[in-house]
Nanobody, 122 residues
Framework: QVQLVESGGGLVQAGGSLRLSCAASGLTFSTYNMGWFRQAPGKERKFVAAIKWSALRTYYADSLKGRFTISRDNAKNTVYLQMNSLEPEDTAVYYC???????????????WGQGTQVTVSS
């Protein structure tokens, strides 16, 4: 049974930082590309970032480049999302997902975590 478990969310003031983690089990993590998505209240879920299985390639939503960094540790079966200079508009539930491809489209992802709440206060 595949499980993706996010952690690291919480309440932070604007300008602060958080690092999200997503621990994977039940799949050969090192062969999957991983992505982060987020869903703000009342809005559709949107792509944040993706990283290839090898960690040699990353891809970001244009609006988040320079503030967010995706990384992974295949030895720990974990993918991370470092978020800096957080803004109230970053408030959302953040999800990690696994895909056999390298996509921005959430419909191409095979497995999803339950999400972790990030709230940025002004």
């Amino acid at each position: 049974q595949v499980q993706l478990v996010e952690s690291g969310g919480g309440l932070v003031q604007a300008g602060g930082s958080l690092r999200l983690s997503c621990a994977a089990s039940g799949l050969t993590f090192s062969t999957y590309n991983m992505g982060w998505f987020r869903q703000a209240p009342g809005k559709e879920r949107k792509f944040v970032a993706a990283i290839k299985w090898s960690a040699l390639r990353t891809y970001y939503a244009d609006s988040l480049k320079g503030r967010f960094t995706i990384s992974r540790d295949n030895a720990k079966n974990t993918v991370y999302l470092q978020m800096n200079s957080l803004e109230p508009e970053d408030t959302a539930v953040y999800y990690c997902a696994a895909s056999s491809g390298f996509y921005e489209d959430e419909r191409r992802y095979d497995y999803w975590g339950q999400g972790t709440q990030v709230t940025v206060s002004s």
